[in-house]
């Protein structure tokens, strides 16, 4: 006797496979997501030296390459001892930042000054300002000092920045891991539903055999 095909099995061995492959794919995309995240938190797109005592302009190159904000830092130095002599320093300091395509756009245009400056303590970069989110790209920076930092009389300090981030950035790591696991439980269970089946079939068919 011709023994039917078992199209239940095969029907859910199609879906076994399906589901493993969208959990290996979810899998390899949270780990791109967080290898990416952890490049961008170390980056510093902008790096220029400047002298910020005297009117001046610096040019230089930023490379976008993640669509996020960044933040512009001046790195610590010697006339930054506490968060009250890094405030007194800053004093009467101000510029802008202008960030220009390729084709010579200007994408932003940011001013700066004392007052705006976020002071947070010793041994932190003081953050000059905040630049929006911009496409991905390379771009000529042109760092102006309008009024000059009579106390910052070492030269050069350095100007960079890092990106901005607000904690959502990690959500999609997240979520692509605990659906890779949903996708990848669901297989095992098939397969053990599989597993299962055909053994019980197999255990029939030896007692039907044996009367």
């Known amino acids: 006797m011709k023994r039917p ?3 239940g099995r095969i029907l859910l061995g199609i879906f ?3 589901f493993l492959i969208l959990a290996i794919n979810l899998f390899v995309t949270s ?3 967080h290898n990416k995240l952890e490049q961008a938190r170390t980056a510093e797109p902008l790096r220029i030296d400047a002298n910020l005592s005297v009117p001046g302009t610096y040019t230089g190159k930023l490379i976008q390459t993640y669509f996020w904000g960044q933040i512009v830092y001046i790195k610590p130095a010697q ?3 506490s968060q009250h002599d890094t405030t007194a320093a800053l004093a009467g300091l101000s510029g802008s930042v202008e960030i220009a395509d390729s084709n010579g756009l200007i994408v932003i245009n940011k001013e700066f000054n004392a007052d705006t400056m976020v002071v947070r ?3 932190i970069s003081p953050e000059l300002c905040y630049l929006r989110e911009f496409p991905e790209g390379e771009y000529t920076v042109h760092f102006k000092i309008l009024n000059g930092a009579s106390a910052l009389t070492t030269v050069p300090y350095l100007v960079y920045s890092c990106y901005n981030f607000c904690g959502m950035e990690t959500l999609p790591v997240g979520l692509c891991f605990v659906y890779a696991m949903g996708f990848l439980l669901i297989s095992i269970i098939l397969v053990s539903i599989i597993l299962i089946v055909t053994l019980f079939k197999r255990r029939k068919a030896k007692l039907i055999q044996g009367v």
């Open 79 to 81: 006339a930054f001892k």
């Open 31 to 33: 780990r791109k997501i």
């Open 16 to 18: 076994t496979v399906v």
């Open 121 to 123: 303590g010793y041994g």
């Open 5 to 7: 095909m078992p199209w």
